[in-house]
């Protein structure tokens, strides 16, 4: 039976060593034998802090003593103490991971202290590998949620300006159609052109040209109440959504438009005047539906174009 029990012990998959209460080895198996280098012949009968140093630590001296002494079993976890004991030399320590089981046990009026070493190394390293595959996983959805979110903001604005595109801009006149509707309130499309734009790019350029657009949407969307939507449908052709209290203050807010267009741009150098013709629908005045008031917006501007330029009026169902 004993040597059954000498041959079980030296075929575990793992550490057993057995100290006295003199911390004398009395069992070390085939296991750590393999690890250390060290056989049981020359192990046995010396004292463990010498066989294993780590054990010198007062945290391990104490897990022992009550083991021996308080018949009090203990786990430590590789997670914390990584390992226990070390490898035969010329062996890396560094990636060695190892749980360890302190349990007492007892032979006529002796106790012993059992010490179960298990190694954690591979369950470690596939931890540690899945933990790198699960942050690079996260950086590249991190990667992937602003790149869509760079594309949805490209997607819905205008590249030179940065204010909405005729795409968000129909979105969001869809949507105020409907939460008027439904508060019974009112609103009104401008379409908002620029009088001789193209003199502008062909006599300083497109450069130029370019910095006007800037400026004037700068000046749009100041002028405007916070609230409502200045956005740029392309050229020199802008479109504004506003919310109305009354169909009046429509008119209000064109006049505001008319006097931030009245003082000159200073471009590169450049003073350049620029008047704007607007036109003018009204909700639910003038349509329900979002293609209806852009269609009359735009009819008023050119009438206004058609007239003379610089100016603003309202869509007249006649002109239809």
Not at 7 to 27: C, E, P
Not at 174 to 195: C, G, P, T, Y
Not at 224 to 249: M, Q
């Amino acid at each position: 039976m004993d040597n059954l029990i000498s041959q079980a012990l030296n075929k575990a998959h793992m550490g057993i060593m057995i100290v006295d209460r003199q911390l004398k080895v009395v069992v070390w198996n085939g296991w750590l034998e393999r690890l250390t280098g060290k056989n049981k012949e020359e192990v046995v009968g010396l004292n463990l802090l010498e066989v294993c140093p780590r054990f010198k630590s007062n945290v391990y001296l104490n897990i022992l003593q009550n083991a021996l002494y308080h018949g009090q079993s203990r786990f430590c976890s590789s997670a914390l103490h990584k390992a226990f004991i070390l490898p035969k030399e010329g062996e890396d320590e560094h990636l060695l991971r190892q749980n360890m089981n302190v349990d007492p046990l007892y032979l006529e009026d002796r106790s012993y202290a059992l010490i179960q070493i298990s190694d954690m190394t591979n369950v470690n390293t596939r931890v540690y590998k899945l933990k790198n595959l699960i942050k690079e996983l996260e950086t590249e959805y991190a990667k992937i949620k602003i790149s869509e979110k760079i594309s949805k903001h490209l997607s819905l604005h205008d590249p030179l300006t940065g204010l909405p595109n005729r795409l968000a801009y129909n979105d969001r006149l869809a949507w105020a159609i409907s939460n008027a509707q439904r508060n019974h309130s009112k609103l009104a499309v401008m379409f908002v052109d620029a009088d001789g734009f193209k003199q502008v790019n062909d006599t300083y350029g497109h450069h130029v040209g370019d910095q006007v657009l800037l400026e004037m949407a700068k000046r749009l969307s100041e002028t405007i109440p916070s609230a409502d939507t200045v956005a740029r449908l392309g050229g020199d052709e802008f479109i504004i959504l506003s919310h109305l209290k009354d169909d009046h203050d429509a008119e209000i807010i064109a006049k505001r438009l008319e006097a931030a267009f009245s003082t000159h741009f200073k471009i590169a150098g450049n003073y350049i005047n620029l008047s704007m013709s607007i036109g003018i629908s009204l909700f639910p005045k003038h349509g329900q539906e979002p293609s209806e008031l852009l269609r009359h917006a735009d009819g008023a501007m050119y009438k206004i174009k058609k007239n003379g330029k610089n100016g603003y009026g309202f869509y007249e169902p006649e002109d239809a």
